[in-house]
């Protein structure tokens, strides 16, 4: 698979063995995110992440800050994104299975090293169920689709 990995200057460190740990199961990992420890604003590395996987650019997303929320909540705004906060690797396996989920994020503050590979593990393991869950996935589409329109008078 391709995947693009992005993260804050809170991240670098998890960043760097995610990355590596994604490449030793195989996956190309596109490194969008900071090496370096000064500060930055995590809402240009999620959007730019978000824009490559609604592109089709990459196959899924990984996204780290503090917490995860920040990055996450910027790469939500992008159309078609579903990003999905995880601290252990049962929610990460269902966002998959039920929300058809695109990036999963999590803090490097919240988790260490062995939980994040676990997240990425059952993450990257699991399916998309479809059926029941494919028509909520739709509705969330609709509800971005409404958003898009807002503000735009149709009389
Ligand atoms: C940076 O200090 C921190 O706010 C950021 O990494 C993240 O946790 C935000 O949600």
Known sequence: MKIVIANDHAAVSLKMEIMQY??????????????????????DFGERAA???????ADCGVLICGTGV?????????KGIRAAVCSEPTTARLV???NNANMIAFGAR????EAAK??????????FLGG????????????????????????
């Not at 824009?51 to 650019?57: D, H, L, N, S, T």
């Open 96 to 98: 998959k299975e039920h």
């Open 118 to 127: 676990s997240i990425v593990d059952a993450y990257l393991d699991a399916e």
């Open 70 to 78: 920040g990055i996450s909540i910027a790469a939500n705004k992008v």
């Open 22 to 43: 994604l490449q030793e199961l195989g996956h190309e990992v596109v490194n969008i995110g900071t090496d370096v420890a000064e500060r930055c604003n995590y809402p």
């Open 110 to 113: 919240i988790v260490g090293v």
């Open 132 to 155: 029941r869950h494919a028509e909520r996935v739709a509705l969330i589409g609709e509800i971005e689709d409404r958003e898009r329109g807002c503000g735009q008078s149709e009389m």
């Open 51 to 57: 824009r490559m996987v609604a592109a089709g650019e």
